[in-house]
């Protein structure tokens, strides 16, 4: 005890702080992770690791000002900085700036070739911007570098497949979507995405078995609304208008909103 | 006493939101933030912080059964419980026991194991990484009429969970006073918020919301309103009359003044009030301006319809005019659910043909007074900020007036 005492007191004070606030963000206190973030960078205005972590946290809140200004100056104080790199580029891409987001996220993945996240992004962010080959390309290479079953992969693995639903490759769209539901039973929109290639395919006891299971798993992204539209759609095909009138009134009750 | 005595006017601001929890009910709580002068002498041996002179429900169940078989069903009776099954309203199945945010990387999943229900709320943090903060449900406060809020115990402190139950959509809710889209657990629970959801639970000091467990009587209970019944059970399992110049050991409502009967209602129906003396120092039979101070009901900021039927009820005319008090038309020993029923208590001093849609409606509009004259209305006091919008409940105005927007039945 008391040698971790003596540890910890010799740490500097913005990683002693910056360590306290990654504690309160995991118990999921942001107030007061957010206080010991402020407080890292008082003591060092230039701490690359509090600038990130300020960012994620400005992210969470609805702050995205914030989280610009963190991160450009992260990657200013330390260029070398995969993280600094990465998590601006995927501001970028959150922002809907794709074309801002490719440069950095090209760094991130020099600088980091084993992680699958900054090609992921990158291929995201190609397939927002029309380049369907450059996307693939990436999308590849992010699913080699992410062997292991775990949602990270299913998150790859689902966009993926939806750039192949999208091209018109139903079958291999839904072999995507099965990996990934492989690799997490939970994922919501694994099988959400499974059921619109399943209902292209007229597969639609299938789908409604996918859609309705999707309807109960948490996982944000796909919204009840989409499914409900899914399920409203392929109902009437299965001529239930009961059920299928039943998840339309759902879709249109749900709020209207921009948010996907 | 001053309960908030050395808190930064922020903090009394962060306890005033907070307090906006138990609003769910038929009696919500304001912060205590008025100077208490010293507490009135408690009525019998109730004294304050303990349980000395009560006997509990069962005692009572023994002679008052029918009474009180009745009264197991009432919202009084199950204002507060212990988690269950049947307690909690909100569903736990795949699927209903999610509640979205309007934070794209925030939702709350209810989950019900062997170990308890919990809540717990999940943020995703882009681009992969999950963390989460899990809480049980350790008290169910509200009947679910309206709807149903939770607490949870971290130690001896009494929280709110950030989400609660809304019967009219048959959904969870963020709770009233946390904000949308943050995974705050963080609002704590001020014995006046209990005072009127429980029928007595001990303080420990120096924190507001630490209370002592193993004192808490869950409910309102029949002595919440009856007054400390040991001596009384006493005296009648032993069969001792009273003699004479003796006063019964236990208070019957029904004989006491009507400022009296009035103030035993308003002690959880006129608001939070200001607190001039512990929670729970007052017994039934008391003078409530001794104990808590009850704002009016100015024309300028007239008393909102949610838990303050005390002031609304009291500007009311057929009030002032007669010697009505709650009871008139409340029997607080048995449920009642139907609006329409209470009619029959307005047409004991009117008639129906003065009524000026008798003419075009006759004979149907019987069971329509409660409808017209004590309309529901939206109330200002109840706010869910839910998935990005407000959702203010619609609740019972207890001024009993002529109301031109309200529609014919």
Known sequence: MIWLLAFQLSLPPQQQHYDNAKDALAKMQFGPADAEVNLALRADPNYVPALILKARLALFAHQPDIAKSCLIKAVIVDPSSESAQFFLG??????????????????ARALSA???????????????????????????????????????????????GRLLYSLGKFDESIAKDQLAIEADSQSRDAFYERAKGLEHQGKYQAAVADGERALTLPELGTSDS????????????????????????KFHAAPQTTQR | MNCNRGKPRSGQEKLNRSIAILILLVAPVWPLLGQMPDAPAPAKDNSVGSRNGYAGDEACSACHQEKFEAYLGSAHHIASRLPSQTSIDGKFTPGSNILRTSNPYLYFVMSATKEGYFQSAVAKLPPVETISHKERFDLVIGSGRKGQTYLYWKGDELFELPVSYWTETDQWMNSPGYPDGLPNFDKPIIPRCLECHTTFVG???????????TSMVLGITCEKCHGPGRNHVARNQSKIPLRAGETEDIVNPASLSRDRQMDLCALCHAGPGTPRAPAFSFSAGGVLGQYLSIADDAPDNPADVHAHQFQQLRSSRCFRASNMTCTTCHDVHKPQRDAASFSEHCLTCHRVESCGEYSTMGSQILRSCVNCHMPLKQSNQIVFDAAGSQIKPRVRSHRIAIYKETQRP
């Open chain 1, 90 to 107: 995927m501001f970028f891409y959150l922002q809907n700036d794709f074309s801002l987001g490719i440069s950095p996220l090209e760094k």
């Open chain 1, 114 to 160: 084993k992680d699958p996240l900054p090609p992921f992004y990158l291929a995201m962010s190609k397939e927002a911007m029309g380049d369907g080959a450059g996307a693939l390309q990436f999308y590849q290479e992010a699913e080699a570098l992410s062997p292991e079953k775990t949602p990270q992969t299913a998150s790859i693995l689902v966009a993926h």
């Open chain 2, 203 to 213: 303080s420990l000091q120096p924190s507001l919301n630490r209370f002592d467990k």
């Open chain 1, 226 to 249: 989409q499914i409900h539209f899914l399920l409203g759609n392929v109902y009437l095909r299965l001529n239930q208008p009961d059920l299928a009138a039943a998840h339309l009134a």
